[in-house]
Each structure stands twice: as structure tokens, then as C-alpha cells.
């Protein structure tokens, strides 16, 4: 298991998946490294329920009311990404002391604010203050959606001929955190491209963007690009559907301030953590039209390549399932925001 961050592909094959308590006809989507999603239906229903379960992070140097939805918005991404939009949440806080009512009154306005937009209801939680606890990580969500069994986009869907598209592209969530929690990190650029910078943050909304997406036919596999960035995320779609994928970075959209700060902290824009943009395996006869409809709705977007056969590259081992450039590449051994992180804190955990 990694000092920090997700546990890697082998960690959950060798402690996890084959402890999953009990085996249940309902299940029809169990846990799976690099899915985002779980789906329950029983055999008799004609809705299936979509739920995904995170940490809440509250970072109390955003304002209290700016963290509360950027820890929302990190919670209901997952589920968003199976197509089917979430409608209610599940919340449990373990605040720290120093948390007083006012700065959590902040962060309850702003989620509750967000969820009256999105037709969320808060169906169920927990709320206390417990010694031990501390910012940032002060409890956690699950997200749910109800909708139509036949319209889940799965994880592990993508098909060999697909076109791959792109939302936002890489390290706006990471771009947006470094620039509004330390500024003066990056003190060589100018305050308008420090601004810029910050404003990243907002990017991490994507239930929109994936809604517009599922509207259309043709949509086979979608992914936020989180801990491991967008390389990691083309890895995990590659895994899940057994597949591989070739990728052109020229075709990859760029989020302006990201390529500024990045080079400022000596961050790897590809192996940033990024939620808010979302992967998409879709037809190609419909590609096109995808891409249009994010455009529309101002969210940048590309074709940035295609998914191939398994036996389409070397290696039959699923060593080499991402091929980005012409160059055969591995999955992130970690997230290059981490050490980022702890510098910037400084936490000493680099």
C-alpha cells in the first residue's frame, strides 16, 4: 500500500477482491479496481441503483463555503460517470474540534446549496465532533442514483474502434488546490495567471458534462481522471475493458494556468490528480457530436484517440495496454501531486 493515496491494482486483487462478503444476485456491479461505480438491481426491478462512496475532504484555506462544494462535487463525479445522474447522498462528518458551527454552517450551505441545484435530496447522515479528528479528512458520502438499468455506461465497456474523448484535460484539480491553498508558491507568475490558476477549481464539476455525454447513444465506458491523473485514468479504462488504447497528447485539451503552475511546482501535468475531466469511450459515428455538445456547454473537449483490441499491441501479459505517442507507457506508480503536496504543507512526506 502506498504512504499516500489509492491503492494500486495488485494491492486490491491480493486483499480485497476475493473478500467481499456475501455473494448477492443483486449485485449486478461489484467492486473493481479503476471502476468508479457500484449497481444494485434486483431481479424483479425495473430501476437499478448506482452508488459510490468517498472520503470527504474540507480544506478550510479554500473558505468554508468553496470547500464544501469542491468535497461534494469530488463525491457525486462517481457517480455521474455511470450516466445516470445522482439524486440522493448519504454524509457522514467525524469534525474536528476546532470545527465550529459557523465555518461547518459554511460548508453544510454550500452542499446543500449545490444538491437543490443538481435535484440532489440528502436522504441520510451523521454528524458529530470526535477527538482525533483533522483537517482535511473529516468523514465521508455516498452518492446515489436511481435511472434506467439499460443506460448505465459501464466502466469497463470500451470496445475495439471507439474514439476516446477528453474533457478539460490534465491537472486542473491539482492546478486549482496549489494555486488557491499557496499562492506564493508560485510567486515567479504573474497575479493575472495566478488567478486563472485558481479558478481550476471550479473544474472539478463534471455531473453536467457527463449528463450531456450519456444523452447520446453510442457511449460505451466513461472515467473521472483522478489520484494518478490522466495517464492513470487512460491505464484504468484500458484495464477494465481488457482492452488498449493508443493516445495522441497534441489532441489533449489544456485548461489555461495549468501548463504555468505546473512547471512553477515541478508537477507532472499527467500524473496530476484531475477530477473534473472525464474520459469517455464512445462510437465513432457519434464522436463528433459528443464533443459538439460539450463545446456548446463551454466545456473544452477532443477526440484525443481510440481503443484497440487486446492483441492490437505487444504484450499479451496486459503489461502494455497504453500506447501514448507511439511509445509503449505504464501505469503511474503514484500521483506526481502528493509530493507537491507535502512540500508545500510542509509535511515532510515526500
Known sequence: MPADGKISETFFRRHIATRLGADREDVRLGPKHGCDFGVIRGPEEETATVLATDPISILPDLGFERAGRFALHIVLSDVAVSGIAPSHLSIAFSLPGEMTDEAFDGVWTAIHEECTDLGIAVTTGHTARYPGSTFPWVGAATAIGRGDPDRIVRPDGARPGDRIVVTKGPAVEATGLFASLYPEALDGLSAETVATAQRRLDDVRLVEDAMVIADHDGIHAMHDATEGGLLGAVHELASAGNVRLRVDTDHVPWQPGVKETCTALGMDPWRATTAGTL????????????????????????????????????????????????????????????????????????
Open 279 to 350: 474520459l469517455a469511450a464512445v462510437s465513432p459515428s457519434v464522436a463528433g457530436d459528443v464533443v459538439a455538445a460539450l463545446q456548446d456547454r463551454g466545456t473544452p473537449a477532443a477526440i484525443v484517440g481510440e481503443v484497440r483490441r487486446d492483441s492490437d499491441e505487444n504484450g499479451d501479459d496486459g503489461s502494455v495496454r497504453v500506447v501514448i505517442d507511439g511509445e509503449e507507457t505504464s501505469p503511474p506508480d503514484g500521483d506526481s501531486s502528493w509530493p507537491v503536496y507535502a512540500r508545500l504543507s510542509g509535511s515532510g512526506r515526500e
